[in-house]
């Protein structure tokens, strides 16, 4: 069974014209599970989780979170950077990502399976106290920081297999044993983090884990990976739950990423992290989209992503 998410706030996060990062992006995406035939698994609307400001104010610092809030309302253009263009509803969406993520990762505790959220914006690069491309809250890092409160969830494992490295996804969690970071990405690239010898620090050394990729990479080459590392890895840590931040941007067709992979290599990689899932976590993986700025490859990529899940 798969559930999947969205939210009429995450289209009135208003980039401006010519980003890439826009509203458009969701109408590919649910083009995708259009084509999937799943139209009629999506919550379209989910009700807001009563916990999303206790976990958002747990991940990033409060400071933070006003911060960017009184930006958004006083109609400030830009927010940290210039990648980070905001509109009156960019804090309300940012925060409507987290809270659907929790509503999804609740689903999933309560009935099993798989669930994908189809939101903006995305969430990986977002540090504690920092916006950065594209991303203001970390919506996969909250999920993962609500699920390990919850009974019996102990082990949390993060794949990231957007085209560019979440390097604060890495961060929040590098230095802790109870979350397991992998990311899959082009190297050197942005954010400029990301080498293979970035292992976690303290009790966290060994549990963030590399792979880089140079550009123009292929299926070959992610496959492989995958079937070496990630399902070796996910074997070794047995955890609870898998989380994937699921960044389209290394398809071929996008103009970002300057990758060659395709949208069945998505399928694939999803469907050994589901078999792995159903190895060790009881089937439940939870989907977030990041990245993925074509809109026929982003579309084709949710369709395989989608089908692999269910």
């Known amino acids: 069974m798969i559930s999947i998410y969205t939210h009429p706030l995450f289209f009135r996060h208003d980039t401006g014209v010519g980003h890439p990062e826009n509203a458009v992006r969701l109408k590919a995406a649910l083009e995708g599970i259009r084509r999937s035939g799943l139209g009629s698994r999506v919550i379209p609307d989910p009700e807001p989780h009563e916990e999303t400001d206790r976990i958002i104010a747990k991940v990033h610092s409060v400071d933070y979170e006003r911060e960017f809030e009184e930006a958004c309302r006083t109609g400030m253009p830009l927010f940290h950077s210039i990648d980070n263009p905001i509109s009156a509803h960019s804090f309300d969406a940012a925060r409507a990502a987290v ?5 999804a990762a609740d689903g999933l505790l309560r009935d099993g399976g798989r669930s994908f ?8 690069h977002a540090e504690r106290m920092e916006a950065m491309g594209f991303c203001f809250f970390n919506t996969i890092a909250c ?10 969830i102990d082990r949390i494992f993060i794949f990231d297999f957007d085209v560019h490295h979440g390097n604060g996804t890495q961060h929040l969690f590098e230095e802790r044993d109870d979350v397991f970071y ?21 009790k966290g050394r060994g549990y963030t884990h590399n792979i880089p990729f140079p550009a123009g990479t292929a299926d070959a080459e992610y496959l492989d990976a995958v079937e070496r590392d990630v399902v070796e890895l996910i074997d070794g840590f047995k955890p609870d739950v898998i989380l994937v931040s699921a ?29 792995a899932a159903d190895r060790h976590s009881q089937g439940r993986v939870f989907s977030l989209l990041e990245g993925g700025y074509d809109l026929e490859g982003l579309a084709a990529s949710v369709d395989e992503h989608v089908r692999a899940l269910a």
């Open 117 to 124: 959220l189809i939101a903006r914006p995305p969430g990986h």
């Open 247 to 275: 960044g389209f941007d290394a398809h071929w067709r996008d103009p970002l990423g300057g990758m060659h992979l395709s949208e069945q290599a998505y399928g694939e990689m999803t469907r050994r992290v589901v078999e």
């Open 182 to 202: 992998l990311s899959m990405h082009r190297y050197p690239f942005y954010p400029g983090t990301g080498a293979s010898d970035e292992v976690g620090f303290g």
């Open 99 to 103: 809270g659907a993520a929790l509503c």
């Open 143 to 152: 999920t993962a920081e609500w699920l390990r409160e919850q009974p019996g």
